[in-house]
């Protein structure tokens, strides 16, 4: 059994148009709520193996207000991750090694929203299943329990375990 986590990039400043979309930094609204995340990943355990992360600045700062770890994870900065739909972010998934538990990715919308979809099977409790059915805000965490091979990984392959929001969060930033 394998752990699926998707994090959608915390919110990016768009105040200056002269910055490349790729070069965006966290705005402090972001900062927040990346922080509020990293309590949610200590207070429920979650402590990924691997992270797969695009190279975009803001993926990289949300990762950053994540740590530190109580184990360090491997990670990966990729650029095809980088606006990734949901097929080249599967196409990364089934290359990860069968050994590695857990999985963190953090992406951009609409690909991790899309992703998210994909891969739900009918068995996500109704509350969570609800919430991503309206969307994948940023910051947003998809959690799944992934039953099979990551080389196998496809739709309705894995169960959707809980989704949260920073909205949903007792402090919400």
């Known amino acids: 059994m394998h752990q699926l986590l998707l994090l959608r990039h915390a919110k990016s400043a768009q105040d200056d148009p002269t910055l490349p979309d790729h070069a965006r930094p966290l705005n402090a ?6 922080a509020a995340m990293r309590m949610v990943f200590r207070s429920l355990g979650l402590a990924p193996d691997v992270v797969l992360v695009s190279s975009a600045l803001r993926t990289r700062q949300t990762l950053a207000a994540l740590e530190p770890w109580d ?5 990966e900065p990729l650029d095809q991750l980088y606006l990734a739909p949901a097929e080249r972010m599967l196409t990364v998934l089934r290359q990860v090694a069968e050994t590695v538990r857990s999985v963190l990715v953090i992406g951009h919308n ?8 994909l891969l739900k099977n009918g068995h996500a409790p109704g509350a969570h299943a609800h919430a991503l059915a309206d969307g994948f805000p940023t910051a947003a965490l ?4 992934v039953p099979g091979p990551w080389a196998e990984l496809g739709p309705g392959q894995a169960r ?3 989704f949260l929001r920073p909205r949903d ?3 919400h930033p």
């Open 71 to 75: 184990d360090t994870p491997i990670v």
């Open 110 to 117: 609409p690909g991790m929203h899309d992703l998210a979809l």
């Open 142 to 145: 998809a959690e799944f329990s």
């Open 160 to 162: 959707l375990m809980r």
């Open 29 to 34: 609204r972001g900062r927040d709520a990346a």
């Open 169 to 171: 969060l007792p402090l």
